[in-house]
């Protein structure tokens, strides 16, 4: 029989930073088990745990683990530090799994649930795959915050991130590795992005180990970075600082533009494509009408794109005696596929730099480039639009935006706090955070295109009420930042609470008229039990940064003052 506590005693963790990629600030360390390799009969920590699960001890052996991790955890001396801890999906499977035990170990180290992420991974065998839905509704249940590792690797992708409503992503290390040298993976990783931040989720890139990893990195809107370029591993809790300067550097020394530009439409002309059935002798007929360009781009019968057909490759036929009789013959012309020459085709959310560097390498004798969407045929840029992008995008200032309400994202807020502590001796600033009440019963009840009209109703307000030079922003989801320098604590208590008011009665119209008189809905909470929700509203917080504000207190403090404005119908007030 295993002897399990000789094990546990050999074990040990090393923890590695996740830091802000816009601050190079810490935000958590991750656990990561060592000392595997000194058991006998175990090469790596799969083996452990694969031991544990068939000796059915896997649960026991975690809720061990996991107090090891958490006292050594709560020796590191940096305010509002988070720790991500590593599950096994396969431990809700364990007869002895129950709920409380988390919290127990917690409290014995004067921590709160706040202080964890418990990281679950979509990859691994079908059975860890298959309890991944159950750990996460479990945990979440229970108030935890849940981080998906790995992820794009398992075989969940997409689906994983709609059902999920997991806190954090963590972008598997396969998409980092190179990612500056790799068009696809770029795409790939900002569209994961984007499609997070949409959905109220934060993202980690994880493995970062390159300075231009790390810059790709931060231009596609990942919140945070992972990796040996920051630190690596480690066992010893002294070398985890609060600052790592080194990234700071990076970030003030970058004097880069941003790369994530996309194709305009008002650029692509639309040449009217031929299908590939098309008969020989309807091709001649489209030349003959359509004399402004000497090729006709040609589709499959799902409107995929083949390539081209240029006028002067079929000319001998048509020119011929018998060319346009030939071409009527059915069986001599059934398909165009032998005339279609290759052409270069983008995709349309491609950036321009990409573009005009596959055109200079590949095809800088063409006049232009044909754009599909998702293989698809779009249309043709030409060389003159080309030029004119290329010179638009240089002039850009390009901005992370958010994709619905186009208001600045988390990338420009963090460096918006970061500035106004650095300013803290010449500005008097004021974050107001605001975050919606029963948003989430309102979008089962009514969809999300009316729950993305109430996030645009107050969007609108925000920038319509506060004043001009204001930093409205859109934290992601139904959380909204606004920053005000040098403006009276009182003028903007009662601005916003006169915002408060009047969002929450123009939202009032988005409702049934049977909802709208009783003056709540009827929907099921996250315990799937049906009961009343009030009429959505918003809550707020105010935090001041003055000359005597502390960087360390900003994120503790934010979070205890979000969380009691939740029980507040006027904003809560803190100076950090």
Not at 107 to 119: H, R
Not at 176 to 197: G, P
Not at 355 to 371: A, P, Q, R, T, V
């Amino acid at each position: 029989m295993t002897n399990w506590s000789k094990i546990i005693d050999k074990l040990d963790y090393a923890f590695q930073p996740i830091i802000y990629s816009h601050a190079g600030k810490i935000y958590a360390v991750e656990a990561l088990l060592r000392n595997v390799q000194d058991i006998p009969g175990l090469t790596n920590i799969d083996d452990l745990f694969d031991l544990a699960f068939n000796d059915d001890y896997l649960y026991e052996l975690d809720l061990q683990l996991r107090e090891k991790a958490i006292s050594k955890f709560s020796k590191i001396k940096i305010n509002n530090l988070k720790l991500f801890y590593n599950l096994d999906n396969r431990i809700i499977y364990n007869k002895n799994y129950s709920q409380g035990n988390t919290a127990k170990i917690l409290n014995k180290y004067n921590l709160n649930k706040d202080s964890i992420y418990f990281e679950l991974s979509e990859k691994g065998t079908a059975i860890e795959q298959n309890a991944l839905s159950s750990m996460l509704q479990r945990y979440k249940e229970s108030g935890y915050k849940i981080a998906i590792d790995d992820f794009g690797i398992g075989v969940s992708g997409l689906k994983l991130l709609y059902f999920s409503e997991a806190n954090i992503i963590k972008l598997d290390r396969f998409f980092i590795s190179n990612i500056d040298q790799d068009s696809k993976k770029k795409l790939f990783c900002s569209s994961i992005v984007e499609m997070a931040h949409i959905m109220g989720m934060q993202v980690i890139a994880e493995g970062v180990e390159t300075v231009k990893e790390f810059y790709t990195c931060k231009d596609i809107g990942a919140d945070f970075i992972q990796g040996y370029l920051v630190q690596k591993p480690t066992k010893s809790i002294e070398d985890i600082t609060n600052i790592y300067q080194d990234i700071s550097n990076l970030i003030l020394n970058d004097k880069r533009s941003n790369q994530t530009n996309f194709i305009d439409d008002k650029y692509i002309e639309e040449i009217y494509p031929l299908d590939v059935n098309t008969s020989l002798y309807d091709l001649f007929l489209h030349f003959k009408k359509n004399t402004e360009h000497n090729f006709v781009p040609i589709i499959d019968e799902f409107g995929y794109f083949l390539g081209i057909i240029y006028e002067s490759d079929i000319k001998k036929i048509s020119y011929s005696q018998y060319g346009l009789s030939l071409a009527q013959n059915k069986t001599f012309s059934s398909t165009l596929l032998k005339y279609i020459k290759p052409a270069l085709s983008v995709e349309i959310s491609w950036g321009i730099d990409e573009i005009l560097e596959m055109y200079n390498l590949k095809f800088n004798d063409s006049l232009g480039i044909f754009i599909t969407q998702s293989e698809k045929y779009r249309g043709f840029i030409n060389l003159n639009s080309l030029l004119t992008l290329s010179y638009k995008r240089n002039i850009e200032i390009a901005t992370n935006q958010n994709p619905l309400t186009k208001l600045p994202g988390n990338n420009q807020i963090e460096k918006f706090i970061s500035n106004s502590f650095e300013n803290a001796n010449i500005n008097t600033t004021h974050i107001i955070y605001f975050d919606f009440n029963d948003f989430k019963p309102f979008n089962d009840n009514y969809g999300f295109r009316q729950g993305d009209r109430a996030i645009l109703i107050f969007s609108e307000l925000l920038q319509k009420r506060y004043p001009k030079n204001s930093f409205i922003a859109h934290i992601g989801g139904d959380d909204f930042f606004v920053g005000l320098k040098d403006y009276k604590y009182d003028d903007i208590f009662e601005l916003t609470c006169n915002i408060q008011e009047e969002f929450k009665s123009s939202v009032v119209n988005l409702y049934s008229n049977d909802d709208k008189n009783r003056g709540f809905i009827i929907s099921k909470d996250r315990f799937n039990t049906t009961r009343e929700f009030n009429l959505l509203s918003v809550s707020s917080a105010i935090i001041e940064i003055n000359p005597s504000s502390n960087i360390s207190d900003f994120d503790n403090t934010l979070n205890l003052i979000k969380r009691d404005s939740k029980n507040s119908k006027e904003p809560i007030f803190r100076i950090v």
